[in-house]
């Protein structure tokens, strides 16, 4: 059984770095074929995809948030991160870690932990 979940803090200050982090069981993320993705949903609105890092190490990210994001990885402990930097509230928003097959379908996934609420806030 795969399990992603996320942990990191729930509360942020206008302009400093978001960190989250997804730690992975049950499969290896450098095993072949998978994409690590980030994925945020604002209150309100629909899910929007921030980014992924593959079983490679190689990334993308959401052209509108590029400037502010790197997503990374721990294979020792199995483990994937993301900084977004310059937070606003419009940051603000459940975060998902999710795993998925197909490199372009950024939405797809297999296994998604349960989320993590944001709030950026002074």
């Known amino acids: 059984q795969v399990q992603l979940q996320e942990s990191g803090p729930g509360l942020v200050k206008p302009s400093q770095t978001l960190s989250l982090t997804c730690t992975v069981s049950?499969?290896?993320?450098?095993?072949?074929?998978?994409?690590w993705r980030w994925i945020r949903q604002p209150p309100g609105k629909g899910q929007q995809w921030i980014g992924h890092?593959?079983?490679?190490?190689?990334?993308r990210y959401s052209l509108s948030l590029k400037s502010r994001t790197t997503i990374s990885r721990d294979t020792s402990k199995n483990q994937f991160t993301l900084q977004l930097s310059s937070v606003t509230p419009e940051d603000t928003a459940v975060y998902y870690c999710?795993?998925?097959?197909?490199?372009?379908?950024?939405?797809?996934?297999?296994?998604r932990g349960q989320g993590t609420q944001v709030t950026v806030s002074s």
């Open positions: 049950g499969a290896s993320i450098t095993n072949n074929s998978y994409y």
């Open positions: 999710a795993r998925g097959r197909n490199e372009w379908s950024i939405y797809e996934y297999d296994y």
């Open positions: 890092i593959s079983y490679s190490g190689s990334t």
